[in-house]
């Protein structure tokens, strides 16, 4: 059994460490590197949240779409994290309803 676990473990150690890259909803590449993401099972709207806190991105999945929304500050991304609706709070507080909206990425 410690055999075992010493193998398990020494094979993690030696696998690489490879960033995961998403697709956004304009077909635009993001590595997730620098973002903390947190899977979302308490909403039936979003499905995972990803915030880069130094470049203030946030990247919300809904139905399997990323979308990417920039400019979002900390403090909006807390209260987002912990409505009691989640969805109902990204759709009067984030969603983007035009280009060139509050939190558009500008292209």
Same mark, same amino acid.
């Given at each position: 059994?410690v055999?075992?676990?010493a193998?398990l ?12 890259? #998403?697709e *956004?909803?304009e077909r ?10 947190r %899977?979302?099972?308490?909403? *039936?709207?979003? @499905?995972?949240v990803?915030?880069?806190?130094? @470049? @203030?991105n946030l990247i #919300?999945? #809904?139905? &399997?779409?990323?979308?990417r929304?920039? &400019?979002?500050d900390s %403090? *909006?991304?807390?209260?987002?994290l &912990? ?10 507080n #984030?969603r983007? @309803?035009d280009?060139g ?7």
């Open positions: 059994m055999r075992a676990l193998l473990l020494a094979q993690f150690a030696a696998a690489p460490i490879v960033s995961e890259t #998403i *956004t909803g635009r590449p993001i590595d997730l590197a620098t973002f903390e993401c %899977d979302i099972s308490r909403s *039936t709207v979003l @499905q995972r990803c915030y880069d806190r130094a @470049q @203030q #919300i999945a #809904i139905n &399997g779409t990323y979308d929304y920039c &400019g979002v %403090d *909006t991304v807390d209260r987002l &912990g409505a009691p609706s989640m969805g109902q709070f990204f759709n009067r #984030i983007r @309803q280009v909206s509050r939190y558009d990425c500008g292209g």
